[in-house]
């Protein structure tokens, strides 16, 4: 019997790695003689790269601007001669402690800052993920570090940070051009958001980084009035773009310099091995740490289970914690699951002991299926 592992990360306790580890020893506990394929997988979130260390890439420290000017320590992975920039690296939200103040003074330079220097050594595909970052300046300091100029009514140099964002008056790109020029760059996200509205990057995700309704009204202020400074320098317009909001605007400002954006799940799995694994496996086993109604929505446990579902094998998925209804999940192709607080005294056991609990139930899990006979 053939057995994929495809998990995305159990966040605050496992990587993806270690759960697809965890996983294939649950496997073994049911099914001694099962060959188990270990395809971990990420939607281009934080957690990306250690997908894609696993799948052979190169790690390369780099030393940049956090995301309040301090340095810090980040890193991107070369693949296959790709550049994978996770900007959370530079600007998580992991960073800093999120408050009103930070939430308008949080950056993205030091995303610019790792984009500089794979290009400086030669790459000539990047791939950029936008998830986790503290950041809602639209991107501008990322542009910044990549040599735009971008200044207020009396040509001054505009303050890092979304809460200056409403003082541009002019943005000048050339020479972010120049440096990107024969440069491709895709954004790995797994959102849709807008860059502006109610459903923006200000509304929708200022509030997660410590914006209350007087910084969100700032943030998107600022924003609309970024979008057209950049239209009116030559660049794309972003208002209405589809995902221009993940990662604060970051995705809308590489798309408005020609980046095109793109599911990550798909991006990250191009390289992981799961679409050579799944055609002709007996069983794939998905997983994160909240299986959720965000599962459905381009999470990578919803991308593995239509992997699966296309090529008639059946998927059955370990989570922390499961809040999906049955139809829910018979609808995403998940016919089987359990859930690590099912398992555990607490949810604080859960995730404490999230290794030896997601063995324990991934061989329940597999031998339910078994004996169901989707196995």
């Not at 390369?60 to 991107?76: K, M, N, Q, T």
């Not at 993920?129 to 300046?137: E, H, L, P, R």
């Not at 440096?179 to 807008?194: M, Q, S």
């Not at 990662?247 to 798909?266: K, Q």
Request: one cysteine or more; proline letters at 4%; a negative charge.
């Amino acid at each position: 019997m053939r057995v994929v592992v495809a998990p995305d990360k159990f966040k605050g306790s496992l990587t993806a790695v270690e759960a697809a580890e965890a996983m294939a020893a649950g496997v073994h506990d049911a099914l001694p003689e099962a060959h188990v394929d270990r395809c971990p997988v990420a939607d281009g979130g934080e957690g990306t790269l250690d997908v894609l260390r696993a799948a052979g890439g190169r790690h390369l420290d780099v030393r940049v601007s956090g995301p309040l000017s301090e340095p810090i320590e980040a890193y991107y992975v070369v693949l296959d001669d790709r550049a994978y920039v996770e900007s959370a690296r530079a600007c998580g939200i992991e960073h800093l402690d999120p408050t009103r103040h930070t939430a308008l003074r949080a950056h993205t330079h030091g995303v610019g800052e790792l984009i500089r220097h794979a290009v400086g050594g030669g790459v000539r595909d990047v791939v950029l993920t936008v998830g986790g970052t503290a950041a809602t300046d639209g991107g501008a300091g990322m542009l910044r570090a990549l040599g735009a100029v971008i200044a207020d009514a009396d040509g001054e140099p505009v303050e890092l940070g979304g809460g200056a964002l409403a003082s541009v008056a002019a943005v000048d790109v050339s020479e972010v051009r120049e440096l990107l020029d024969g440069v491709t760059v895709r954004v790995a996200t797994d959102v849709t958001n807008p860059l502006l509205g109610a459903q923006g990057a200000a509304a929708v995700f200022g509030p997660q980084k410590g914006a209350g309704s007087e910084e969100v009204r700032t943030l998107e202020t600022g924003l609309r009035t970024w979008a057209q400074a950049l239209a009116r320098a030559g660049a794309r317009d972003i208002t209405r773009l589809p995902g221009a909001g993940a990662g604060g605007g970051l995705a809308g400002a590489a798309a408005a310099l020609g980046a095109t954006v793109e599911s990550g799940f798909d991006l990250v799995a191009a390289v992981t091995g799961i679409d050579r694994a799944v055609p002709g496996a007996d069983l794939v086993l998905t997983g994160e740490g909240s299986l959720d109604a965000q599962s459905l929505a381009g999470k990578a446990p919803a991308g593995v289970a239509d992997r699966a579902r296309r090529a008639g094998v059946p998927v059955a998925a370990v989570a922390g914690r499961v809040t999906l209804s049955a139809t829910e999940l018979s609808r995403a192709g998940i016919t089987a699951w359990r859930a690590l607080v099912d398992e555990a005294a607490s949810p604080e056991e859960a995730l404490r002991r999230a290794a030896p609990l997601l063995r324990s139930a991934t061989a329940k899990v597999v031998r339910s299926s078994v004996d169901a006979g989707q196995g």
